[in-house]
């Protein structure tokens, strides 16, 4: 006997302190290497959420109330995802099969991304501190906050 999964359903809701739902998504998913679909920022004000909808995975950081604060993706393949304590940057590696991973950063507050292939990340895995600095190892690979401000368009 045989068993075939015809198709799944999942939803992630997040609802407020006063029993309401606030917003919900259908596309959340797990990246590929573990951890959670959705990361918090310490005073949950700031979420990164990890959709997987057809076309590729997208990262999603929202405000509590839902609100989009800034979009980036698609994705091939998701594997791991960080958010800083104080919900200003984040970070996520991904891979295209049969390529070398890529790291993308992101600045929530200016609203910038910077995309790093892994390989500039030989001393070891990426780690992005509270102040915006992302480190090999022990070495400074560079500093996010640093970065330029996004340009304005008139």
């Not at 290497?33 to 949950?44: A, V």
């Not at 509590?64 to 604060?69: A, D």
């Not at 910038?112 to 915006?132: C, E, H, I, P, Y």
Request: with cysteine; hydrophobic share 35%; glycine share 10%.
């Amino acid at each position: 006997m045989r068993t075939k999964i015809v198709g799944t359903k999942r939803r992630l809701r997040l609802w407020g302190s006063d029993g309401k739902m606030l917003w919900e998504s259908a596309d959340a998913d797990t990246p590929q290497e573990g951890g959670d679909p959705m990361l918090f920022s310490k005073d949950g004000e700031t979420i990164l959420l990890c959709e997987h909808p057809a076309g590729g995975w997208k990262i999603i950081a929202r405000n509590y109330i839902g609100t989009l604060i800034m979009e980036t993706g698609p994705f091939p393949e998701l594997q791991r995802t960080a958010l800083t304590p104080d919900g200003r940057f984040a970070m996520a590696r991904w891979t295209v099969p049969d390529k070398s991973a890529s790291h993308t950063f992101l600045d929530l507050t200016k609203k910038t991304r910077k995309d790093v292939a892994s390989d500039t990340f030989m001393f070891g895995k990426a780690r992005l501190d509270d102040d915006g600095k992302v480190w090999s190892g022990k070495k400074l690979a560079f500093d996010l906050a640093a970065a330029p401000e996004p340009v304005k368009k008139p």
